[in-house]
């Protein structure tokens, strides 16, 4: 336990998967006879330190996720919450249904997730109101204007991917939430920046890609050979 505090751990498997670009949700296909959500579903739930898991998914899934939970005989407390009509509203909903000390956010579709950036980023709840993994840029990055035209190059020593797994304080995320729901974001962190909170980056893996097209689902196959 991190100080005595709760920690709950939401996975996220409401997307469209449009670009995925095969008309169904990435997270049910199968690796190695297995669902994309079990793995990540697993790595949680055998983590010592998560107390129980919260999936976003939409109603119309709720039936295969429910197979996928009794397939893997989970022994922690599994509950589904539907999502909204985005990423940002999803997540909401779900810390929204916890009371929890604090959440550690991911995605189903991250499934080659490791043990160590789990406990990393909750351990990192100890110093800071808000983490995430990422890996730092291999390339040069630049900033366009709305027509393509560069702006800014980014320095590629201070460049980073952000992945998932993302961990919060539950109580000041709902509050951003709350504050910022009219304003899009494509992260969780993007909430705490807003309000001056230091959310510190943990260096983590590049085979923790995110299933995103049809060709990453061959690369994720190959890493979890």
């Given at each position: 336990m991190i100080e005595g505090k709760t920690v709950t751990a939401v996975i996220l498997v409401a997307g469209n998967s449009t670009r995925y670009g095969q008309n169904r949700n990435k997270n049910f296909e199968t690796i190695k006879g297995?669902?994309?959500?079990?793995?990540?579903?697993?790595?949680?739930?055998?983590?010592?330190?998560?107390?129980?898991?919260?999936?976003?998914?939409?109603?119309?899934?709720?039936?295969?996720?429910?197979?996928?939970?009794?397939?893997?005989?989970?022994?922690?407390?599994?509950?589904?919450?539907?999502?909204?009509?985005?990423?940002?509203?999803?997540?909401?909903?779900?810390?929204?249904?916890?009371?929890?000390?604090?959440?550690?956010?991911?995605?189903?579709?991250?499934?080659?997730?490791?043990?160590?950036?789990?406990n990393k980023c909750i351990e990192s709840m100890q110093q800071f109101k808000g983490a995430t993994v990422g890996v730092p840029s291999k390339d040069t990055i630049k900033i366009t204007d709305d027509n393509g035209i560069v702006v800014q190059s980014t320095q590629r020593n201070n460049t980073w991917i952000v992945q998932t797994p993302q961990c919060f304080e539950r109580k000041i995320l709902l509050t951003m939430h709350e504050k910022y729901k009219k304003e899009e974001v494509t992260d969780d962190c993007m909430l705490l920046e807003k309000c001056k909170e230091l959310v510190k980056i943990l260096e983590g893996d590049y085979t923790n890609i995110k299933i995103t097209t049809y060709e990453d689902l061959h690369v994720v196959k190959e890493f979890m050979k």
């Open positions: 297995k669902t994309v959500m079990s793995y990540s579903l697993k790595a949680f739930h055998e983590n010592a330190y998560i107390d129980n898991i919260i999936i976003g998914a939409k109603e119309e899934e709720m039936p295969i996720i429910e197979k996928i939970i009794r397939e893997e005989r989970l022994s922690k407390p599994v509950n589904i919450v539907i999502g909204g009509s985005s990423r940002q509203e999803t997540v909401y909903h779900c810390i929204q249904n916890t009371d929890s000390d604090i959440v550690i956010i991911h995605d189903g579709a991250r499934p080659a997730i490791q043990q160590k950036y789990i």
